[in-house]
């Protein structure tokens, strides 16, 4: 008789999930740490160029610094094909001997050019995926400085990284 009760108990037993759900609840959390960790979202508070009609303004001026490996390049050109100003301006040496970013000359070339053409506020920004971003942000505060009875220069900057570079 002990027999046929004992097997009717074991029957009647529920399987024990507690432990199970434990396990996978702190494995999911674990997971989306992880996974966390490794996505970095930053965000860069650019303006996006604006759509024309395609017609194409020939007095229309832009200007654009493009960063390259070892100096920046200053361009202001009129219309599409019409360059006013090119100016490649070098690294030069730092007090500790490394080759840095020219921001001064740059500002420099800017400053003339803005006063030279009569310019927007708005310029175009192209680096490679390689600068380091204490690079963009020193371009970005050369080329948006405030002069005194000149204003701002360009602070209206839009980003291009060029990722195949």
């Given at each position: ?82 360059v006013l100003v090119s100016s490649v301006i070098p690294k030069i040496n730092n007090e500790d001997g490394e080759k840095v970013y020219d921001t001064q ?61």
């Amino acid at each position: 008789m002990s027999r046929k009760r004992r097997h009717s108990e074991e029957m009647g037993e529920e399987l024990n999930l507690v432990p199970y759900m434990d396990i996978m609840v702190n494995l999911v959390l674990f997971m989306l740490v992880n996974i966390t960790s490794f996505l970095s979202f930053t965000i860069l508070n650019t303006s996006i160029p604006a759509i024309g009609d395609g017609g194409g303004d020939d007095k229309s001026l832009s200007a654009r610094v493009d960063v390259e490996s070892g100096s920046y390049k200053f361009v202001v050109t009129q219309g599409a094909d019409k360059v006013l100003v090119s100016s490649v301006i070098p690294k030069i040496n730092n007090e500790d001997g490394e080759k840095v970013y020219d921001t001064q000359s740059l500002l420099q070339a800017a400053t003339s050019a803005k006063q030279k053409y009569s310019m927007g506020e708005q310029i175009l920004l192209n680096m490679s995926a390689k600068v380091k971003y204490e690079d963009l942000v020193a371009t970005m505060d050369a080329v948006a400085e405030t002069k005194p009875g000149l204003g701002d220069l360009f602070i209206e900057p839009t980003l291009n990284i060029l990722w195949g570079s």
